[in-house]
T-cell receptor, first 114, second 117 residues
Framework: AQSVTQLGSHVSVSEGALVLLRCNYS??????LFWYVQYPNQGLQLLLK??????LVKGINGFEAKFEKSEPSFHLTNPSAHMSDAAEYFC????????????FGTGTSLTVIP | EAGVTQFPSHSVIEKGQTVTLRCDPI?????LYWYRRVMGKEIKFLLH????????ESGMPNNRFLAERTGGTYSTLKVQPAELEDSGVYFC???????????????FGEGSRLTVL
């Protein structure tokens, strides 16, 4: 079975500061991991994904995430927050044996303070 | 290229009434998914179509929910009769043929917010 835990439903950072959004997951099969972002009044869009290969994956707008099998986790970071990064972020996991299902976390709302 | 579109964006109904949500996927996307997010909780899978066939409907809460995808194009999700706990945001997503949801990207609509009073 798969499940996703996002720690912190709300995160506030100052503009230019480091962004860290936490995601822990459980999976009975090798996972595929995703971060989706939902900007106000828009649908969710893919930010980045890990399927195989390098454990550090880079996404759009300076975001990156590292797959840590030992924890297991897939935390999302950005070294410098911009006002335009204010959005809700969802971590998701899926796996081959889970069919085509994605399992999402509860989401983290990011506020960037000028 | 048009994205995934959902209608209505917001619906307010009374308990016991019927609501039908519609999703138009990206043209050529055989895979169509419905998800639901109850306020403050995770986005939960409801069901998955491949063309007009239901591939997986294990997430459908109960028989008050009926999803269809006639002709393999747009899909509807009907809730009849609606209950208070059905309130939430219903997301539709699509993906191209031949790419499973496990490794591919899902393209989401903006969601339909349902409020049951």
């Amino acid at each position: 079975a798969q499940s996703v835990t996002q720690l912190g439903s709300h995160v506030s950072v100052s503009e230019g500061a480091l962004v860290l959004l936490r995601c822990n997951y459980s999976s009975s099969v090798p996972p595929y991991l995703f971060w989706y972002v939902q900007y106000p009044n828009q649908g969710l869009q893919l930010l980045l994904k890990y399927t195989t290969g390098a454990t550090l994956v880079k996404g759009i707008n300076g975001f990156e995430a590292k797959f840590e099998k030992s924890e297991p986790s897939f935390h999302l970071t950005n070294p410098s927050a911009h006002m335009s990064d204010a959005a809700e972020y969802f971590c998701a996991v899926s796996g081959i044996r889970a069919g085509n299902q994605f399992y999402f976390g509860t989401g983290t709302s990011l506020t960037v303070i000028p | 290229e048009a994205g995934v579109t959902q209608f209505p964006s917001h619906s307010v109904i009374e308990k016991g009434q019927t609501v039908t949500l519609r999703c138009d996927p990206i043209s050529g996307h055989d895979n169509l998914y419905w998800y639901r997010r109850v306020m403050g909780k995770e986005i939960k899978f409801l069901l998955h179509f491949v063309k007009e066939s239901k591939q997986d409907e294990s997430g459908m809460p109960n028989n008050r929910f009926l999803a269809e995808r006639t002709g393999g194009t747009y899909s509807t999700l009907k809730v009849q009769p609606a209950e208070l706990e059905d309130s939430g945001v219903y997301f539709c997503a699509s993906s191209p043929p031949g790419i499973t949801g496990a490794t591919g990207e899902l393209f989401f609509g903006e969601g339909s917010r349902l409020t049951v009073l």
